[in-house]
């Protein structure tokens, strides 16, 4: 795991709760958040496609925080036993409508963003002229056992 996104010298534990990653990033950094986004989510047990969903998700909130929220914003990630969480705030103007998104039209050129965001699991907004922060909360399916696969 980057060092950047460590808090501590060891791996997410399913057991345990992991500490939170925390990181500040801008547009420059959109590219290596989402790579390691994705080694986070994948050590902390995500597996496609909620992996992937997750992952684009969060890429599309910090695409939000940098394009509406002044340029730059800060990421959270945390895992608990059984959640992965994943916070994006911003100082931006805030939000007209948070909850819950429209499906955009097939021909707008943007507006996607949170409407992607809030199918990969719950999402909570607060926003006001000081800003705007997002949590988005993912369960955790434990791996399959042998015991699983012979069930189906």
């Known amino acids: 795991m980057p ?12 057991q345990d709760d992991s500490p939170p990653s925390v990181r500040n990033f ?3 950094d959109l ?4 790579h390691d986004v994705t080694r986070f989510a994948r050590a902390s ?11 684009l998700a969060v890429h599309e909130l910090a695409t ?14 945390r895992r608990t036993r059984n959640q992965l969480y994943c916070q994006v705030s911003d100082h931006g103007p ?9 499906r955009p039209p097939a ?3 943007s507006g996607r963003g949170l409407w992607l965001a809030q ?13 705007t922060v997002v949590t988005l909360t993912c369960t955790i399916s434990p791996p399959a056992t042998a015991d699983d696969i012979q069930a189906d």
């Open 119 to 131: 199918h990969a699991g719950k999402l909570a907004c607060t926003s006001d002229d000081h800003g």
């Open 3 to 14: 060092e950047h996104l460590r808090r501590s010298g060891r791996r997410p534990n399913p």
């Open 107 to 109: 021909d707008a050129l």
């Open 64 to 77: 939000n925080a940098v394009r509406h929220g002044g340029g730059h914003g800060r990421l959270e990630l």
């Open 45 to 55: 047990g995500l597996t496609d496609p909620v992996l992937y969903r997750f992952v």
């Open 31 to 34: 590219h290596t958040l989402r």
């Open 26 to 28: 801008a547009l420059e």
């Open 94 to 102: 805030g939000l007209p409508q948070i909850q819950p998104r429209p």
